[in-house]
């Protein structure tokens, strides 16, 4: 056995990797793990100045080749574009599907139950949702007809599988703004949980994995009074930080899981396991 065996495990050199809301708190988190592990990375966001930017500074800091594709996943014709931008760069070996929304009226996107409006609704689904199945559908395409097989991680959330407890929102907010977990957030997010197991079973002979990372809640702009009060329920008594998501992501993505598809990986303290 060589001497670095298990290192090279997680070796990505040249693999190219692709992941959505590159430019969100978790999207700079993965893109740069891909990086410094050898990946050749392409950026996709919506907003085209910033995946640009983005894209370039990746490329300084760790010295390899970045790809900055401006893209509404929601829309099949502009995946459709994206991915005959990627194909130039090389055949897709990863794909992190990590974009969501949370559309530009916040507090709609956070309105009760009882007064969601459908259109919001539809609104974040076709991100969160539809527009992952579009990009996994037409990455996962190329995978197979490049026949490296290849390995997809779809983004969820503690959410998509189990309900949240209102009592931590009390007195709570994110950058000023009253939060809560919103009904159609846990159900995207449910539904993404069961597209990797569907996906997983029907790519399974092309060699394609399909798992998803499950985050637990991350500090990033909470009052003191919800991160208080979410760390209380976890075991380990904190938040996550966004920097814990993407040794999680390199395991899924690398060789070091080359048995592992199917399966939803739970980053969340062990506040699952109570």
Not at 141 to 151: D, K, P, R, T
Not at 176 to 181: A, W
Not at 204 to 227: C, H, M, W, Y
Request: net charge negative; hydrophobic share 45%; glycine share 10%.
């Amino acid at each position: 056995m060589a001497k670095d065996h298990y290192r090279s495990m997680f070796s990505l050199d040249d693999r190219v990797a692709v992941v959505t809301g590159a430019c969100g708190l978790l999207g700079k988190r993965f893109t740069a793990a891909l990086a410094e592990f050898g990946a050749r990375v392409v950026c996709v966001d919506l907003d085209a100045v910033a995946v640009g930017e983005w894209s370039e500074e990746l490329a300084d800091r760790y010295e390899c080749a970045t790809l900055g594709v401006p893209c509404d996943i929601s829309d099949p014709l502009a995946v459709r574009r994206m991915l005959g931008d990627i194909s130039a760069f090389g055949p897709p070996r990863i794909l992190v599907n990590n974009a969501a929304t949370k559309t530009d009226d916040l507090s709609a996107f956070l309105a009760p139950v009882e007064a969601y409006d459908i259109e919001v609704w539809r609104r974040v689904n076709a991100v969160n949702l539809d527009g992952a199945f579009l990009v996994a559908q037409a990455i996962g395409q190329a995978m197979a007809n490049h026949g490296l097989g290849g390995s997809i991680v779809q983004i969820a959330s503690i959410y998509g599988v189990m309900g949240p407890d209102n009592r931590i929102y009390a007195g709570s907010s994110y950058n000023g703004q009253p939060i809560s977990t919103p009904p159609v957030y846990a159900a995207s997010k449910a539904g993404l949980i069961g597209l990797s197991r569907y996906l997983a079973t029907t790519w399974a002979e092309k060699g394609i994995r399909v798992n998803t990372l499950i985050p637990g809640g991350i500090e990033s702009g909470q009052n003191r009074d919800f991160v208080d009060l979410y760390s209380a329920r976890v075991p380990l008594q904190r938040m996550a930080k966004p920097d814990e998501m993407a040794g999680a992501l390199l395991f899924l993505a690398s060789d070091a899981s080359s048995y592992v598809t199917g399966q939803d990986l739970a980053v969340d303290g062990g506040l699952s396991a109570w």
